[in-house]
C-alpha cells in the first residue's frame, strides 16, 4: 500500500498542474469526508451481527443494500446542494463532482464488504489463543 501510495503520488505529480493538483486534492478529501459520514456505523455493526450470527448474512447483505443505495442518492442530493451553496467547493461541479461522488461511493463500498467478509470468517477466542496464549 505504501509503494502504491508513493508511486500514485509520483504520477499525479507528474501530470497534473499545480492548480489541477490543488482540486485532485480537495476531490479527495471531499471524497474521504462523504465516506467518513455516509457509512452510518454499518460497516461496524455488520462485522459485530455476521460473527455472532453467521446465518443472518443474507439478510444483512440485503439490509445494506438497500442502506448503501439510499446513502448514495443521499450523498448524492447533498453534495449537489452543498456545491451550489458553498463558493469555494464551486470548482467541484460537473465532472468533479461526479468524480467525488464515486470515490464516495467506492470507498463505502469498500468499507462495508470488507468488514462483512471480516465478519464471517470469526475469529473467536480459540483461533487467537494460538498467538496469545494467556488470552484465555
Do not use: D, H
Not at 28 to 35: F, T
Amino acid at each position: 500500500m505504501i509503494g502504491v501510495a508513493f508511486v500514485s503520488s509520483i504520477v499525479v505529480t507528474r501530470a497534473l498542474a499545480v492548480e489541477e493538483r490543488g482540486l485532485f486534492g480537495l476531490l479527495l478529501a471531499v471524497g474521504a469526508l462523504g465516506i467518513q459520514f455516509g457509512n452510518l456505523g454499518l460497516p461496524v455493526a455488520n462485522t459485530y451481527l455476521v460473527a455472532r450470527r453467521p446465518e443472518q448474512l443474507q439478510a444483512l447483505v440485503a439490509n445494506t443494500t438497500r442502506s448503501f443505495l439510499w446513502i448514495a442518492v443521499s450523498l448524492g442530493l447533498i453534495g449537489a446542494a452543498a456545491i451550489r451553496m458553498i463558493p469555494a467547493w464551486s470548482s467541484l461541479s460537473g465532472v468533479c463532482a461526479v468524480m467525488v461522488w464515486c470515490v464516495a461511493l467506492a470507498g463505502l463500498a469498500q468499507s462495508m464488504v470488507q468488514n462483512m467478509l471480516f465478519g464471517v470468517f470469526r475469529f473467536s477466542q480459540a483461533i487467537w489463543s494460538k498467538w496469545w496464549p494467556g488470552l484465555g
